[in-house]
């Protein structure tokens, strides 16, 4: 049953920008602008994805997610909520960038509370481009947006016939449109010219875990990225930049320099929340395994990467949650 009682789904399309919505500008260089075109006329010039679904688009921001921030996640989240609340939608398509994706479809299934489907799509090639895979990926963002199989499955990144879940799904290439994977818990479905596919039946993924403060921003958290030869200064730095939680990108399993490692306990006994996680992009990051995160005051970030880490990390330290058991128990939610 449609939120209108109409046959198609209906579902709202939300512009964020992109490089789907990119547009070369041949007269100004080679490189080409992201976040050009609008998410209506995307749609407009895609055909037979009116047969899909009732749909109505709207803009929210016309950005390169590599300038992605609080405030348009802020306005995602309020205009969602508020088509969710109003029984407008039975699904919701939002067009977006690739390079901070991840970040956001994950940000949005820890505060949005639904089994409506929220589809992140984009594409590796602007909408100019010969071969340009945008078309194709949103008219099947569009497809699993408005299929009642995929309620319930949290928040959906969908590119290049595959379909992900928020938590898992990584950018693992920086220009190949098969770029999206999830290396640790491979993907969550398929859709293709044939049949849209789920592997798995629908686990009622915990939405909502956490509130959003009425404003943003959120609170600091500075990732610090470890390598050889890494001395103390980067943690002393975040923590004299006011950084109120560091999320370390360890090497191997969450590791770093001696140096690296005392700052960052010294840094935790005077109240920045610390969470290990690892550099190396699949992978469990263990406790207590080569670090002494019970002594020193750690938390370790499981199977999320330093990017979804920080992003769990200012919502908890937002909520009022630092206490490291806490967080730990957090981190583990799945
Ligand atoms: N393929 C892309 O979408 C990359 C672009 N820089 C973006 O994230 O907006």
Redesign the pocket.
């Known amino acids: 049953q449609q939120a209108s009682g109409t046959a198609l789904a209906n579902v709202l399309v939300l512009g964020t ?4 919505a ?1 547009q070369a500008n041949a007269r100004a260089g080679n490189a080409y602008d ?2 050009k075109v609008s998410a209506a006329n995307l749609i407009a010039a895609i055909p037979g994805i009116d047969k899909l679904a009732e749909i109505s688009a709207e803009q929210i921001s016309s ?6 921030n609080d405030k348009v996640w802020f306005d995602l989240v309020k205009r969602i909520r508020a088509a969710i609340d109003n029984k407008e939608v039975d699904g919701v398509v939002i067009t ?6 991840e970040e956001t479809a994950f940000f949005l299934q820890n505060v949005l509370d639904t089994d409506v489907p929220i589809v992140l799509v ?5 909408s100019t481009a010969i071969g340009a895979d945008g078309p194709a990926n949103l008219y099947d963002a569009m497809r699993v947006a408005s299929a009642p199989e995929s309620r319930g499955r949290g928040v959906l990144v969908v590119l290049n016939d595959t379909i992900h879940g928020a938590r898992w799904v990584q950018k693992t290439n920086t ?1 190949s449109v098969q ?1 999206f994977r999830s290396p640790d818990a491979g993907p969550v479905g398929y859709v293709d010219t044939g049949s849209l596919r789920f592997l798995q039946p629908a686990v009622a993924i915990k939405t909502a875990k956490l509130k959003l403060p009425d404003a943003p921003p959120l609170p600091r958290v500075d990732i610090i990225y470890s390598h050889a030869n890494m001395d103390a200064a980067e943690v002393e730095d975040a923590v004299k930049r006011g950084a109120k939680g560091i999320v370390l990108a360890g090497v191997g399993d969450g590791n770093s320099s001696k140096g690296a490692i005392d700052a960052l306990a010294a840094a935790a006994k005077q109240g920045v929340v610390v969470v290990r996680s690892t550099r190396v992009g699949s992978g469990y990051v263990n406790r207590n395994v080569e670090v002494e995160d019970d002594k020193l005051g750690f938390a370790v970030s499981l199977d999320l990467n330093p990017q979804k880490a920080r992003v769990l990390l200012e919502l908890l330290i937002a909520n009022g949650i630092t206490d490291p058991s806490a967080v730990q128990q957090a981190f583990a939610q799945p």
């Open positions: 920008g992109g490089t789907i990119g992201s976040g950005i390169g997610s590599q300038d992605m977006h960038g690739t390079d901070t994706m984009g594409s590796m090639r602007p220009t770029t």
